[in-house]
């Protein structure tokens, strides 16, 4: 089981450092942009700037589970970030979902792993 923690942690901080550096560096070719609400939104989200501050989280978060310290702070930020991604999706990117959930089960596995440390979150 520890294995499979590590494993699991190791590529979802790969996942997020990887498509989060790129929000900075712009190594994956850019296809343009589409139409409707969607072209609309991604043009708001690049040009008003927000795209780096999502880009960063997305960095810090998967480092800090490639590191392995404050594993939960990671999954914290991360776990944000995937929910803005299961909204954007689901409203109106549909075809996007199969790595929405690849992630997903990747955060809830690691979230269950350390489940008593987040016993403090869940507690009334």
Do not use: C
């Not at 939960?72 to 979902?97: D, Q, S």
């Amino acid at each position: 089981m520890k294995i499979l923690t590590i494993i699991a942690r190791i590529l979802l901080g790969l996942v997020f450092v990887f498509f989060g550096s790129n929000a900075f560096l712009h190594f994956l070719p850019m296809p343009p942009l589409p139409q409707g609400v969607t072209g609309e939104y991604l043009h708001a989200f690049f040009a008003s700037g927000y795209v780096y501050v999502i880009g960063g989280f997305q960095v810090i978060g998967g480092l800090l589970l490639l590191i392995g310290r404050f594993v939960p702070l990671g999954l914290t930020i991360l776990g944000a970030i995937i929910v803005n991604i299961w909204a954007f999706h689901l409203l109106m990117a549909p075809e996007g979902l199969p790595p929405a959930v690849v992630v997903t089960v990747l955060e809830l596995f690691l979230v269950w792993s350390d489940r008593d440390r987040f016993a403090g979150i869940l507690r009334p």
